[in-house]
């Protein structure tokens, strides 16, 4: 397809487990970002890639997130000893440049991910 | 306290009427601003951007002044299908991030 994809759609898993979220992005997107939303919350930064490296990681709230983007297109969040707060959909979105001036970033539908 | 504030509705408007959201942000660096669309359980999607010179598309006008830090999103005209979250976002100086606010949810009835 022709737009970011999401992978699982939904994910449930107990308390302590490790779940990996991986993003397709759109061919030739450059950038890639992960935002995570909880209810009735707008989206929360996470983490920027530019290529292959991780631009700007200060949206991840602690060591147990990490993110990699090792060829500079598909990337998996990963997140260890899960916890219950960490429920929330996971939504990555890509753009052709670091926005440049339009702002415009392209979302997945997201992971679903649920901690018993 | 908040980079973006947005006051969380929900707005029920009639079909026809007019309706305004207001948003505020903190970071007086700040250098550009729109809204986004977010359909329930969907992705949000970019709805425009915002000037300080005002921009409008269609039914939709959206109006940035800085002394403020204050962003605005008029609707005209509301349609049924403009039922939505509409989410106020920034960007910050870094140029990386796109801060969004909480959203604010409008119900067109018919």
């Known amino acids: 397809g022709a737009g970011v994809s999401q992978t699982p759609s939904n994910k449930v898993t107990e308390k302590g487990k490790y779940v990996e979220l991986r993003c397709d992005p759109i061919?030739?997107?450059?950038?890639l970002y992960w935002y995570r939303q909880s209810l009735g919350q707008g989206p929360e930064f996470l983490i920027y890639f530019q290529g292959t490296g991780a631009a700007d990681d200060s949206g991840l709230p602690n060591d147990r997130f990490f993110a990699v983007r090792p060829e500079g297109s598909v990337s998996t969040l990963k997140i260890q000893r899960t916890e219950r707060g960490d429920s929330a959909v996971y939504l990555c979105a890509s753009s052709l440049t670091p926005q440049g001036n339009t702002g415009e970033l392209f979302f997945g539908e997201g992971s679903r991910l649920t901690v018993l | 306290r908040k980079e973006v504030e947005q006051d969380p509705g929900p707005f029920n408007v009639p079909e026809g009427a007019t309706v305004a959201f207001n948003c505020t942000y903190s970071n007086s660096a700040s250098q550009s601003f729109f809204w986004y669309r977010q359909d329930c359980r969907k992705e949000p999607k970019l709805l425009m951007s915002?000037?300080?010179s005002g921009n409008e598309d269609g039914r939709f006008t959206a109006q940035l002044n800085r002394a403020s830090q204050y962003i605005s999103l008029l609707i005209r005209d509301s349609k049924l299908s403009d039922s939505a979250t509409y989410l106020c976002?920034?960007?910050?100086?870094?140029?990386?991030?796109?801060?969004f606010g909480k959203g604010t949810s409008l119900l067109v009835t018919p």
């Open positions: 915002v000037y300080s």
């Open positions: 976002v920034v960007k910050g100086h870094s140029g990386y991030a796109l801060n």
């Open positions: 061919s030739g997107h450059t950038a």
